[in-house]
């Protein structure tokens, strides 16, 4: 990184966009709080079936990734799933 | 058979009055058959702005409630006798007015005029439905900020639900001294962001506060906001023009000559 690239990121332009880019991921997927609570929620039930997660821990949100075809940044979901043990098989 | 062009943006104040002014202005001086008409009942500004507000006598609920025919309410402009404006009811709210009215109306005054210019309200309620109501197109006017950009993507969202097809974007009051040095979004940033065709950017610039003073807008004339909106205009009427410069040699010669102006 340049060091014009370091000063680049610093400016309040570039800080609006990116800030920009993130709160209309949200806007525009129309996702309300209950609703990602909701996601969580459930997340949290089918991954406990597998493994002993930290729900607490537990982070999801809407967010944009360079998508692997030619189609720029696209929007996903972001899941941060701490685990605490794996579950030792039963018998 | 006329274009109905709606100027809306969602966030008050970022100039979606004075660029209908300007615009509307501008296509007349292109010899245009053009009526503005001000959908924002209650806040009645278009006519101060276009400096006629001294002519009214009948306004859009007026012609709506058929208390007059739409002839008697149009005014003529001062300048071009082919602008005309419809002004709104200062005295009334958004609800003596409803979008199917809007769309019958609209589709009487496209029978005469090639242009017709609806200036929207800020906000997403029933005075921006009624604006868009009989638009074909619009124009999105944001400013290169944040909250403006954000209520800009909410009203493009809300634009393509309502199936208007063809939306270009303006930024307006755009300081290409403050976006060379970073501290502003660039219009191609906000561009990206909002991912829509722009069809202007137009510079923060004094004259417009003195235009809108005088009552007379600034298109067409040497300042740089001035030539900003005729390319707009120009761009309206399907012409290709380049985007102006905003910075360096033209801003300050443009600079030197309004100075020179006031002096004479």
């Known amino acids: ?91 | 058979m006329g274009e109905v062009i709606v100027i809306t943006s969602g966030k008050g104040g970022v100039g979606k009055t004075t660029t209908t002014a300007n615009v509307g202005t501008g296509l007349a001086k292109l010899g245009k058959k053009v009526v503005l008409i001000d959908t924002d009942i209650g806040l009645r500004n278009l006519d101060v702005v276009m400096g006629l507000e001294n002519r009214i006598v009948y306004n859009l609920v007026d012609v709506v409630e058929g208390n007059c025919r739409i002839k008697q309410a149009l005014i003529k402009d001062k300048r071009y006798p082919n602008l005309y404006l419809l002004p709104s009811a200062q005295t009334r709210d958004k609800t003596a007015v409803n979008p199917e009215q809007m769309k019958k109306l609209a589709d009487e005054l496209r029978e005469e005029f090639d242009y017709i210019l609806m200036d929207c309200p800020a906000g997403i309620e029933q005075g921006f439905k009624n604006a868009i109501a009989g638009a074909d197109s619009a124009l999105v006017v944001t400013t290169p900020e944040v909250s403006a950009v954000r209520d800009a993507d909410r009203i493009i969202g809300l634009l393509e639900a309502n199936e208007i097809k063809s939306t270009h974007l303006i930024v307006n009051r755009l300081r290409s001294d403050m976006v060379k040095r970073g501290d502003m979004m660039s219009s191609d940033d906000v561009v990206e962001i909002l991912a829509v065709d722009l069809i202007g950017v137009v510079p923060d610039d004094e004259n417009i506060v003195v235009s809108t003073n005088q009552g007379e807008p600034l298109v067409g004339n040497d300042s740089l906001a001035g030539q900003a909106y005729m390319n707009i205009c120009r761009r309206v009427i399907g012409e290709q023009v380049p985007l102006l410069d905003l910075s360096g040699k033209s801003g300050l010669l443009a600079k030197l000559a309004s100075i020179f102006k006031k002096n004479n």
């Open chain 1, 1 to 91: 990184m340049g060091l014009a690239e370091f000063f680049k990121k610093k400016s309040s332009g570039n800080v609006a966009k990116d800030r920009l880019k993130l709160v209309l991921v949200s806007d525009r997927a129309n996702c309300s709080p209950e609703i990602m609570e909701q996601i969580k929620n459930d997340i949290i039930n089918v991954i406990s079936k597998y493994v002993e997660i930290d729900a607490e821990g537990l982070d999801i949100k809407i967010t944009q990734t360079e998508s692997e075809g030619n189609n720029g940044t696209v929007p996903a979901l972001y899941a941060n799933i701490p685990i605490k043990d794996l579950k030792t098989p039963k018998k």
